[in-house]
């Protein structure tokens, strides 16, 4: 697995935009779309946690773990950037307060075609990026198929951001110092009780792991 | 699979989740298109199949490869889980996405085709890819629409019997892949680019990755009941592909059509590394063993080794002459195609023979 994730700050605000694109755009062609901007962040997430099944680095392999759910601040300020410049549309915005009482900028995203798509197809002609995309895509309509009134609540059951071990208002860690990730590991684990075997392919673990978080929603283990 | 710490997941039933749940994502990286026909034909089997099909309309399905309901249609009904064939398809026109995991609805109350037709033109969606199921056939089938029922005469029909793949049918569908988008630089896509450089026969470094990527989707397009797997075991370019056909019944069942060792034959490598006979006819050795090893432990009906020659000289089937006893012996079929570096070399071909 090759890490081409830099420290170096631009590199680092030009990926997350591209990502952010990735999902914003896989979301639309899932049935997901306008994006809801919680549901923007969850998508970021589980790209960053169940990357490994797909050979993959994350973008971003820690998370603050928030009663709210995912957020990545700095991701938003890219979001915000790309509606600015005319990327991403926003529509139904309004204010809300969270859960830990800050006041927050809501609104559901999607991809503006005169600039997205010539983004999207320069960012798929590189071979790695490529696969990111397939990746993002996947992941987008594995969430399709649950019940959009709960796809927010499955962060709350994620191997890695429901771990009890970790509070509230402690970073949940997946693959920035620690190399344990219990998301990825369940994902293929799973794969062990699908009758392809060795044989399954990395799609298929991404939406059998969506399953198993529905299935934990519904309160079956 | 050795079990490692799985966190607050530690003690979960994975096997039910399994077994509750049909797989998605197989096809992942396919173009839409051909996913979304993979993913009716076997969402249709799986309806069919069910204890609830007899109660359902003998009215035809329509799908559309479009993923929200129009805004003009606040009726339309939302599915979730569509794929789990529990919900009733006849007499309805979907909005899906393409793997079909989820859709929205409307009923259509048309009961002659022509009106069918008609209402998804009046809807505004007659170009978008279309499949339409009419369960009043005796034989179950589907009628692909490309380029949308704006157009019926572009329509493929496709047999949802099951059960019926051969090797020899396999064996045409390459054949076809390989005419239509292998055999010639000029019928290469722009990504899927065979040569490094084709005036010194340097083959390009991942084309076993690339013959793969052609098969896997003309493959799926041609057998889409099937799940067409692919694996890349080793870095040295051994590719499989794997045929399967679930059980619709039971989703823990399938039939292992075939097994395809997939390997290219090199004159040159791509920095123009010369690749001698001997390394040749060990290669092509190691692929009818390979072969046969993965059928008996996949528990596959048939193998074959499929040899896509990419060197200077055509040589016809010689290629094959020191394996020909083994592989008959182990049950593995021998195929090859030849790659031309030019349309030039190919039509001389055709010409003289």
């Known amino acids: ?221 | 699979m050795k079990k490692l710490a799985l966190g607050p997941w530690n003690s979960d039933d994975f096997a039910a989740t399994v077994n509750s749940n049909t797989g998605a994502g197989a096809d992942a990286g396919l173009p839409p298109e051909i996913r979304f026909l993979a993913a009716v034909s076997k969402l249709v089997r799986l309806r069919q199949s069910g204890p609830n099909a007899a109660g359902d309309l003998a009215l035809p399905a329509v799908f559309l490869l479009h993923t929200s309901s129009p805004e003009t249609m606040p009726s339309a009904k939302r599915e979730p889980m569509l794929n789990n064939g529990l919900t009733m398809l006849n007499g309805r026109l979907w909005f899906v996405n393409a793997p079909v995991v989820m859709g929205h609805y409307i009923e259509t109350e048309q009961t002659d085709d022509d009106s069918l037709f008609n209402m998804v033109e009046q809807l505004g969606f007659s170009s978008v890819p279309a499949i339409i199921f009419d369960p009043r056939l005796a034989t179950p089938e589907v009628r692909f629409y490309a380029a949308g029922l704006g157009d019926p005469e572009e329509c493929k029909r496709y047999d949802l019997s099951g059960g019926n793949l051969t090797m020899e049918k396999i064996r045409d569908v390459i054949s076809h892949i390989h005419a239509q988008r292998i055999a010639t630089p000029e019928v290469q896509s722009k990504p899927g680019k065979m040569w490094e450089d084709s005036d010194k026969y340097w083959v390009i470094k991942d084309a076993e990755d690339r013959i793969q990527m052609y098969l896997v989707t003309g493959l799926t397009a041609a057998f889409p009941t099937t799940t067409v797997r692919m694996e890349q075991t080793q870095v040295t370019g051994r590719l499989d592909i794997e045929i399967e056909e679930p059980d619709p019944i039971d989703r823990s069942k399938f039939t292992r059509h075939a097994i395809l060792e997939l390997k290219v034959l090199r004159s040159f490598g791509s920095t123009g590394n010369a690749v001698s006979a001997a390394e040749t006819e060990e290669w092509i050795k190691s692929g009818v063993e390979q072969a046969a090893a993965y059928r008996m432990e996949r528990k596959a009906l048939a193998s074959a080794l499929c040899c896509f020659d990419m060197r200077q000289t055509d040589t016809g089937e010689a290629c094959f002459t020191t394996v020909s006893e083994c592989a008959k012996e182990l049950c593995v079929s021998l195929w090859r195609w030849f790659i031309y570096s030019k349309s030039k070399i190919l039509r001389s071909a055709i010409t003289s023979a």
Not at chain 1, 39 to 61: E, I, R
Not at chain 1, 82 to 106: S, T, Y
Not at chain 1, 193 to 216: C, N
């Open chain 1, 1 to 221: 697995m090759s890490k081409w994730v830099s420290e170096d700050d631009e590199l680092i605000a030009v990926q997350q935009q591209v990502r952010i694109l990735l999902i914003v755009d896989a979301a639309a062609r899932a049935g997901l779309g306008p994006l809801p901007v919680g549901q923007l962040h969850l998508l970021a997430y589980f790209s960053n946690v169940l990357s490994p099944v797909w050979k993959l680095p994350p973008l971003d392999g820690k998370i603050l773990k928030r009663l709210g759910g995912p957020f990545y601040p700095a991701l938003q300020k890219q979001v915000d950037l790309l509606v600015g410049a005319g990327v991403l549309f926003i529509q139904g915005v309004d204010h809300a307060k969270d859960e830990e009482g800050k006041w927050r900028l809501v609104g559901s995203f999607s991809t503006n075609p005169v600039f997205a798509d010539r983004i999207l197809a320069a960012v798929s002609s590189i071979r790695d990026m490529y696969s990111v995309r397939v990746f993002v895509q996947e992941l987008a309509y594995a969430f399709a198929s649950l019940d959009p009134a709960k796809i927010f609540s499955t962060a709350d059951q994620d191997a890695a951001y429901s771990d009890p071990v970790v509070e509230a208002g402690n970073v949940v860690d997946f693959g920035e110092w620690r190399d344990i990730n219990y998301s990825s590991r369940s994902a293929d684990y799973l794969a062990s009780f699908m009758a392809s075997g060795d044989w399954t392919l990395p799609g298929e673990k991404i939406h059998m792991y969506v399953r198993h978080m529905h299935q934990r929603l519904r309160g079956v283990r």
